[in-house]
Each structure stands twice: as C-alpha cells, then as structure tokens.
C-alpha cells in the first residue's frame, strides 16, 4: 500500500529522492526512540542513525515532539496496513479477527519498540495515544459489525466488544510478541478464535 508518510505542516517531500530520506528519518526515529525513550533520545541520535545531515531532519521536521507524533500516527498506519490483507482475505468474521491478531504479533515481532513509543505517546503526546486506540477500535467495530450483518456474529455486537478485541490483542501481543515467542503464533490465534466462536459466534 502506498501510504503517506507524515511530516510537520508544509514541509512533506515533493519528490522520491524527499519520501526515501523522510522514511529513513523516521525508521531511525523509532529505533531511538524505542531503544533510548523519548526524553534521553535526541535528533543527533536519529540523525545518526539515519546517516542524514542534521539540516535534513528540519526540512521535515520542527522539532523532537513532531518526529515523535508522526512516528506513532506511522507505526500504527504500518499496523493497519501490515494486518489488513490478511483480514481482507478471510473467509468469515472469526477468521477475520484470527487473522488480524496472527499478522499483529508476527508484526511486534519484528516491531518490539511500537510497545514503548505508544505507551509513552500516552505522556508525550495524549491526542495521538487516544487516536491510536480509537481508529484501531473503529476498524474492529466495522468488520464486526460486517460479519454480524453476514450473519457469522451475533447480531448484538457492539463498541464493547471492539474494545474487548482490541485489549485481548494487545495484551497477547505484549506477552507473545514483546516478552516471550515461547509459543507458536498461529497456536495463539487458534486459541483466541475458538474463544471469540463460543462467545460472539451464533
């Protein structure tokens, strides 16, 4: 998926040349910030890491706190995107949500830091944390509600189960993607969607 990478107000890239260096800077951010936190990261750092000039970071950016809020808003487009085929190719709502919770731990796998940089986004920057979990949550009443409208679902499904979906997921993704892959992921979403079958199946 072609998806647009967010810079500060009026300094996105114009060019291939500007989207590359801007990916870079933000690749680099979240292994700063991810590896350091926010408060002991610092742009030199990203800049590092990068292996771009200090003055290619502020064609993009206006400061630490922009990078920071971009990067979340981009790990958690990266989420959605990395999730949504899967969940798109499934053959009913259960396997949907088996799919998406499959893809998402594969996803922290390789991801580790997403789990620091939202958390602190909570401190650093509160309207992104809450829209990180809100668009996540709104995605997931969708498709619940789609498969309840096809009749895979109960057909009183709502909001709270969303929520409840979406707080399984990441608590499975902090267990078996951050602090632990002791157990098979696949066996992991087995589990979950036999679970959502007794509790939200018809």
Do not use: C
């Amino acid at each position: 998926m072609n998806r647009a990478i967010t810079a500060s107000d009026g300094k996105a890239p114009r060019t291939e040349r500007g989207r590359r260096t801007l990916r870079g800077i933000l690749d680099a951010a979240a292994i700063e910030f991810g590896e350091r936190g926010f408060h002991d990261a610092s742009i030199s750092g990203i800049t590092r890491r990068a292996g771009v000039a200090l003055g290619s970071f502020y064609t993009y950016f206006d400061s630490k706190d922009a990078v920071f809020r971009a990067l979340v808003r981009d790990m958690s487009d990266q989420v959605r995107d990395h999730v949504a085929p899967a969940v798109r190719a499934a053959p009913d709502g259960i396997a949907a949500e088996r799919a998406g919770l499959e893809q998402f731990i594969g996803f922290v796998r390789q991801h580790k830091e997403i789990y620091r940089i939202i958390d602190e986004s909570e401190f650093v920057d509160p309207d992104s944390f809450r829209l990180h979990y809100a668009t996540t949550a709104e995605r997931i009443t969708r498709r619940l509600a789609a498969a309840a409208a096809q009749g895979d679902l109960r057909a009183d499904v709502s909001e709270v189960h969303a929520w409840a979906v979406m707080g399984m997921n990441v608590f499975l993704g902090l267990r078996y993607g951050v602090w632990d892959d002791d157990r098979g992921v696949e066996d992991v979403a087995d589990t979950v969607a036999e679970m959502l079958r007794s509790g939200l199946g018809r």
